[in-house]
Each structure stands twice: as C-alpha cells, then as structure tokens.
C-alpha cells in the first residue's frame, strides 16, 4: 500500500489503541450505560502499562494480543447471552483465534481467564456450556497451522530445554506497583528496574473507589446479589484483580513453581495488561454509579475533573526517548543477526552460544528458502549448506528424495551425496505435522463460511 516499515508500525499501533477502545467499549455496555463504558474503554489504553508496551518495549504482538483481548471477552459473552443469533459463534471464534496467533502467552492467559468467567458469572445451562466449548474447539482449529506446529515441533529448537528469563526475577515490589518513576530502560533482577510498572494512581484511586461501592452493595442485598449476572461479573474483575496483585508480587511463587505453564509468563509483571483491563472494567462501574447517584450538574465536572488529572499524571508517558531511522534499525545487530533474547530459538543441533562462529568454508551457499548445487564426486562424500537443519527442509537429488541430517559438529544442513554428476536441491516445505495443521484450519474455515451461507438461507 506505499506504506514506509515505520509508518506501517504507527498504523499498526494506532489501530491496536483503536481496537482495545472499541472492543472494551462494546464489552462494557454489555453490563454499564453508553456514557460509563465509553468513559472506561478510553483508560483501558490510557493507562502506564500501554504506554509502556508502545514507548518503552516496543512489543508489538503483545500489544496487539492485548488489543484481542476485550475482544474475546465481548464477542463470547454475546455468544453465550444471545440464544437466538447463530452467527455469534463466528464472532467468538475469530478473535479468539487471532489472539492465540498474536501472542502465546498473552493467549495462554486470556484462554484460561475467559474460561473461568463464562463458566463462573454466565453459564447457567447445558446449552450455553456446549456452545462455550465449541467456540473454543473452533477457535483452535482455526488457529491450528500456527500451534500445532508450534508445540508440536517445539522439541527441536533450545526455548524447549533452556530459561531464557527466570520469573523469580522479575517480580516488581508493591510500591512499584503503585508508583515507579517512568524510564525507558529494562527489567532486572530486584527493585532496580529502568521501567516503570506502576498501575497508574488515578487506576487505583477510581478501582478502589469502585471496590468500596461493590462492598456496600453487596452488604445492602446478600440475598439477590449473587443472582444478578451484573453483579457476578463485577465481583469477578475485583477478584481478579486482587488475584493479578498477589500473582505479580514474590509470596507467589509458589504458585509458579506449582502451574507449569505460569513459568512461561517469564515476566510476573506482564499481568499489568490483565489487570488494567480488570480494573478498568470496575472503573466504568464506579462511574455509572456516581453517574446515577448525582446529579449530572454535579457528576459530569466531577467526572470531567477526574479525567483531567489522569491525562497530566499520563501525559509525560506518551513520548519516546528517542527516535530511530529506518536504515539504524534494519542495520542493528538484532535485525541482521537474530531477533531473539538468547537465540532460543535456533535448532536444537545449532550451537547456541557459538554459531556466529562456525567455519563455512567448503560449504554450499544457499538463498533465504532453498539450496542448490550440482556435484561430480569419485567418491561419496558429504555436502554441507549453510543452513541449519530442521525437519522442515527436503532435499531431492536428481529429484529423487535424498536424506538430509545435521552435521555432529556445526548443526548445519547435511547430506550424503554418491559418486557420479547429479543436481541436488533443497527447498524449505513442510513436516506431515505442519501438513495436517494446516487441514484442520482450512476445514474449519471452510466450516465457518457454510455455516454462515447457511444461517443466512435460513433468515430468508
């Protein structure tokens, strides 16, 4: 579209921001009036840990799994509140997909969290549960090509048997929580970080106030508080809330030693994305009630106070340090060499901590997907391409298949060529794992769109 690969990052960006707004938006009014949902969608990215994403780490999948996750939550609430509407189904299962092909553990965690409230504050039924599990079967087939493979196949990369960051060392204070000066610096291990990992003051003000509300009411009305859906789902973003807290400070790590897949979180302070959105979600309760017990005279400037001081506590966190041309960073060290932390993801056979180092003389030169060479041996003899092996390459030779393999040594592609003239290739495919995958997400979409073509039918 013309776009230059900064400019397409800032759009990317900016449509995330617009996503998490709009998607909290329709999530809330499910449960608040137009005017408090609208009001709290905004702080869900307004807010430190957001800016952080975007100014500080620059961590676009998880910005964009955090954009799909108010969208996971409306689109499966609707799904399980709507009877009627069969096409809700594709409403949920899209997003749900998206997020999981966004970010891994973003998804793993909004996965297990959605669950918990559907089946806690909205499933009162068979019906409702059995739809709940086949938006989430449909979400995974649809997202099967990308998964699948990727636990499948994790075995033959070094993030399988290597930490590449130690949770325990990441877990900020409780005064970091509530505030940390702003920095664009990095986590290290202890309270002498170089980011900041607060809550915000006004998200804490606004959610406390909220936290007290909910007290008092539920203290006016034991009885019927706990039969109203609105009331349930209010309880639970504060539960929640107090869980993201306690998960985020060091008294937990037994937990973390406990949950096998909480060790993959790396970053206990990565449960800032979660929790702004609980909190948020308790915000807009907050004001729908100061909407309804005052008087708008009195409530709009007091709202309107209210969002005034969160923009000047926020506003200095919407600037970047610095500034980076296109040319600085497509000539950085981590684009030209590899854009991993300890290149966790290099195969299994590569070795890990010298592969800048290996000799490549006497080896096949090869482009980004394939290798190609012609051979005249006297004798057999082994070909070496500069390639590392795994799974997914295959090598013909005179195209018949020919076996590759990693040399012991290098972990680079390898393979046994005979006497003789031959021309051999080698081409970048895909394993019968990646194969099947990708069947079960081409199924599952073309399920989609005849169950769409068919809801469609039906209405006329």
């Known amino acids: 579209m013309g776009f230059s690969f900064a400019s397409s990052l800032k759009l990317v960006a900016a449509l995330s921001c617009f996503a998490a707004f709009f998607f909290s938006l329709l999530f809330f009014k499910l449960f608040f009036a137009a005017l408090p949902s609208f009001l709290g969608a905004s702080l869900v990215i307004f807010a430190p840990y957001s800016f952080l994403n975007l ?10 799994a955090l954009c799909l996750l108010p969208a996971i939550f409306w689109a499966a609430t609707k799904a399980v509140l709507n009877k009627e509407k069969s096409r809700h189904f594709l409403l949920a299962a899209l997003p749900w997909a998206l997020i999981i092909l966004s970010h891994n553990i973003v998804a793993l965690l909004a996965t297990v969290w959605l669950i918990i409230f559907l089946f806690l504050v909205l499933i009162r039924d ?12 449909l979400s995974l087939a649809l997202s099967a090509f990308f998964w699948i493979p990727a636990l499948g196949e994790m075995e033959y990369v070094h993030l399988a048997y290597d930490e590449v960051f130690s949770w325990w060392d990441h877990f900020p204070t409780l005064r970091q929580l509530i505030y940390s000066p702003w920095g664009h610096g990095t986590s290290f291990p202890g ?3 170089l980011m900041s990992f607060q809550i915000g003051l006004p998200h804490l003000f606004l959610s406390l106030s909220a936290g007290i509300l909910l007290l008092i009411r539920l203290f006016k009305d034991k009885k019927n508080f706990w039969k109203s859906e609105k009331n349930l789902a209010i309880f639970f973003f504060a539960f929640s809330s107090l869980t993201f807290v306690f998960l985020m400070n060091h008294r937990s790590s037994f937990f973390w030693q406990t949950l096998p897949f909480l060790s993959r979180v790396q970053f206990p302070w990565r449960l800032l994305g979660f929790l702004n959105f609980s909190l948020c979600f308790l915000i807009t309760f907050f004001l729908e009630q100061l909407l309804s017990f005052s008087k708008e005279k009195i ?3 007091v709202i309107f106070l209210i969002f005034t001081g969160t923009f000047l506590a926020y506003f200095g966190y919407t600037r970047p340090e610095s ?15 590899t854009t991993t932390n300890a290149n966790e993801i290099l195969p299994i056979w590569a070795p890990k901590d010298s592969y800048q180092n290996i000799n490549l003389a006497n080896t096949i030169e090869c482009k980004e997907f394939s290798c190609e060479t ?9 070909v070496i391409f500069r390639k590392f092996y795994f799974p997914s390459w295959q090598g013909k030779i005179d195209n018949f298949p020919l076996k590759l393999y990693p040399q012991e040594k ?4 390898a393979a046994s060529v005979p006497t003789g003239n031959h021309q051999v290739r080698i081409e970048w495919g895909k394993t019968n794992l990646e194969k099947a995958a990708d069947y079960i997400s081409l199924a599952s979409l073309i399920f989609l769109f005849s169950f769409i073509a068919i809801s469609k039918k039906k209405k006329k």
């Open 374 to 382: 012609s051979t005249a041996f006297n004798q057999e003899k082994e």
């Open 299 to 301: 409530a709009l400037p």
């Open 126 to 137: 068979k019906q409702a549960a059995k739809k709940t599990i086949f938006i989430f079967l």
């Open 323 to 337: 500034y980076l041309t296109e040319e600085v960073i497509f000539n950085s060290n981590e684009v030209r060499q």
């Open 55 to 64: 100014f500080v780490r620059g961590e676009f999948p998880e910005i964009l």
């Open 191 to 193: 309270p002498g970080d």
């Open 410 to 413: 290098t972990g680079l592609m």
